[in-house]
């Protein structure tokens, strides 16, 4: 059974920061690319950061140079460094988990940015 599971969300004032990790489960974690994606109220779903299995990344414009997606294969875990938050910072971030034609969920963490 594949389970991904997010922690480390909360409530930060703006321009603090917040480490999410997602321990994953029942899969061969080395051999697959790891994202973090948020949805914030009334929005799509967005990409934030990916790191693939090779350790390359790509990073939402929006995220860049204030995100770092990084992964640990002997603990299977993947994390996402948030500095400098901003109020649109505020979503659910969910962990996603692929490869070929698979992809694997998280349920996600909650992320508030406020003063």
């Known amino acids: 059974q594949v389970q991904l599971v997010e922690s480390g969300g909360g409530l930060v004032q703006p321009g603090g920061s917040l480490r999410l990790s997602c321990a994953a489960s029942?899969?061969?974690?080395?051999?697959?690319?790891m994202a973090w994606y948020r949805q914030a109220p009334g929005k799509q779903r967005e990409l934030v950061a990916a790191?693939?299995?090779?350790?390359?990344?790509n990073y939402a414009d929006s995220v860049k140079g204030r995100f770092t997606i990084s992964r640990d294969n002997a603990k299977s875990t993947v994390y996402l460094q948030m500095n400098s938050l901003k109020p649109e910072d505020t979503a659910v971030y969910y962990c996603?988990?692929?490869?070929?034609?698979?992809?694997?969920w998280g349920k996600g963490t909650l992320v508030t940015v406020s003063s």
């Open positions: 996603n988990a692929g490869a070929a034609s698979i992809n694997y």
């Open positions: 029942g899969i061969t974690f080395p051999f697959y690319a």
């Open positions: 790191i693939t299995s090779g350790r390359n990344t």
